[in-house]
Structures are given as structure tokens and as C-alpha cells.
């Protein structure tokens, strides 16, 4: 009986995601094109996206949340696109929006339903945590402050999403706590993607290259110095 529930749901989660990718990309194709076509006048993309309107957000909205689900959609390209497209503030809820979504579906799944989840995602999250014991979860369910740790997880750039609810499942964590802690968590993020992705859509080249090389630079600091920045952050939580 479990078997069925397990290729059952399997199943669901395969076809729901492949009807919601062609969905959005069916109705996101003529806006990218038009951005593409008119990359040399600023005007016409802006023009074109006003005409757009709200038709864009729930395309958009979906993208961002399957791409928790999905983790081969980059997050960082979606967020880019979605702050071109609707601008820092329209564009930064729509982002907190679907990655609120999107996680507290995943913690959700994993939290009642993990054994009809899929084997590959428990053989990946298992061999991920095996780098650093703040990310064992025997460590995090002991931990005395789950709220913060995840806050500060989540806001460490290019972090596998999903991984996080493997993570975190067994702490005392309500899903409306967690999602709460994403959202905290993913708000510089999502304002720095959005914000470039504005100055993106206004040609405004020299300011989007620095916010770039910043980001570049953030993400190779952390790399180079995350063992520091793992036990600094083990150090706080306890």
C-alpha cells in the first residue's frame, strides 16, 4: 500500500511540475522575446512589459516556486528576470511570494510525506550534510535557537533550498515558522537580483555590472572562508 501512495504521489509531482513549466514558459516566451528583440531600446522592453501587466506575475510567481521544487532552475536567473520585468519592490514580492510558497510545500511534503518522496532527493540531501556537522540534522534539531540558524542558512547565497527542509523537519519548527524564517532569510538576496535585474531592463550597464561583480565577489568570499563562517554561525546558534 505504501508503494502505491509512493508512485503515486511521485507521479502527481512529475506531471503537476511538467504541466506548470509549459504553462509558464508557453505564456513567458513572447516576453522574453520581446526584451531579447528590443535589447538596443530600453523603452520598447519597458513599454512592452507595461502592456504585459499583471498577466506576468503569476507566470512569474510559479517559476520562483517551482524552482525550490526543481533545483536545476537557477534562482538567482528567475530572480533577475522578475526584477526586469516588475522592478525592486513589485518585483521582491512576487520573489518572497513564491519561495514562501514553494518551501512551506516542501517542509510540508517532507515533514508528513517524505517516504513517498522521491530516493535520489534523500541519497543527495544525505551526502550534502556529511561536509559540516552544522549541517547535520541531529545538530540542528538540537539546536536551541532552529529560527535564527535557518535564517542565516537561507540567507547564505547559491544554498540548495530543498535541502534546508530535510534539514530542519525534525526541529520544533511550525510550517508557518519556517516559512516566516525563509522569507526573513531570502530578503537581501531577492532585493539585490531584483535591483539588478531593474538596472538590467534600463540599460543602466555600469550600475548592474557593479551590483554583478559585488555579487561575484560575495559569493567567492563566502566560498573561500566557509568553514569560518559554518562554525561562526555554529557558535551563535548555541
Not at 510550517?175 to 522569507?183: E, K, Q
Not at 535591483?195 to 567567492?220: E, F, K, N, W
Amino acid at each position: 500500500m505504501h508503494s502505491k501512495k509512493k508512485i503515486g504521489l511521485q507521479i502527481i509531482i512529475a506531471i503537476s511540475s511538467i504541466l506548470l513549466l509549459f504553462l509558464m514558459f508557453k505564456d513567458l516566451y513572447p516576453l522574453i522575446n520581446a526584451m531579447i528583440t528590443n535589447k538596443n531600446d530600453e523603452t520598447l522592453t519597458i513599454d512592452y512589459i507595461q502592456k504585459y501587466g499583471s498577466r506576468g506575475v503569476p507566470i512569474l510567481f510559479s517559476l520562483e516556486f517551482l524552482q525550490v521544487i526543481l533545483p536545476f532552475i537557477p534562482t538567482a536567473l528567475v530572480e533577475i528576470l522578475i526584477g526586469l520585468c516588475y522592478g525592486p519592490f513589485w518585483g521582491s514580492l512576487i520573489c518572497i511570494g513564491g519561495l514562501a510558497a514553494g518551501n512551506g510545500l516542501v517542509f510540508f511534503l517532507v515533514r508528513h510525506y517524505q517516504q513517498y518522496l522521491p530516493a535520489f532527493m534523500h541519497q543527495n540531501n544525505n551526502n550534502k550534510t556529511k561536509k559540516h556537522r552544522l549541517l547535520s540534522k541531529n545538530f540542528i534539531t538540537k539546536s536551541k535557537q532552529p529560527e535564527l540558524l535557518l535564517i542565516l542558512l537561507y540567507s547564505i547565497p547559491l544554498f540548495p533550498n530543498s535541502l534546508l527542509a530535510f534539514l530542519f523537519e525534525k526541529t520544533r519548527l511550525s510550517v508557518s515558522r519556517y516559512i516566516f524564517c525563509v522569507i526573513v532569510g531570502s530578503i537581501p538576496s531577492v532585493i539585490l537580483y531584483t535591483v539588478l535585474g531593474r538596472h538590467l531592463s534600463r540599460d543602466s550597464y555600469p550600475i548592474a555590472i557593479v551590483i554583478a561583480i559585488i555579487i561575484i565577489i560575495a559569493i567567492i568570499i563566502l566560498y573561500l572562508t566557509k568553514d569560518r563562517i559554518m562554525n561562526a554561525i555554529e557558535k551563535i546558534v548555541n
